[in-house]
């Protein structure tokens, strides 16, 4: 069982940053793969980044690529979104999400979910 709680969102204008953190629960994080998601007011979860369980591998979406990066800390139990150059489009609730093993873009596929941290970009 692994429990996930993001923190780290808040309100940001256009072009600034934010980086967010997902705290886990449990002895065995790093045998998991880690993944950030979003759902924007209207819309439906999206994929955003994922990490493999070293760390070595990193996916982004389209639409984040470049501007945003995720990164982990086993030690620590902790993997991190840094939001860079936010857009107004970035609105959305993040959530974050882990899968034994390999990682995957599809949210269905992940096991364990957090409750999600609000992040707001003001143009």
């Known amino acids: 069982q692994v429990q996930l709680e993001e923190s780290g969102g808040g309100l940001v204008q256009a072009g600034g940053s934010l980086r967010l953190s997902c705290a886990a629960s449990?002895?065995?994080?790093?045998?998991?793969?880690m993944g950030w998601f979003r759902r924007a007011p209207g819309k439906e979860r999206e994929f955003v980044a994922a990490i493999n369980w070293s760390g070595a591998n990193t996916y982004y979406a389209d639409s984040v690529k470049g501007r945003f990066t995720i990164s982990r800390d086993n030690a620590e139990n902790t993997v991190y979104l840094q939001m860079n150059s936010l857009k107004p489009e970035d609105t959305a609730v993040y959530y974050c999400?882990?899968?034994?093993?390999?990682?995957?873009?599809?949210?269905?596929?992940?096991?364990?979910w957090g409750q999600g941290t609000q992040v707001t970009v003001s143009s």
């Open positions: 999400a882990a899968r034994r093993v390999a990682v995957s873009f599809a949210d269905p596929e992940y096991d364990y």
């Open positions: 449990g002895r065995t994080f790093s045998s998991y793969a």
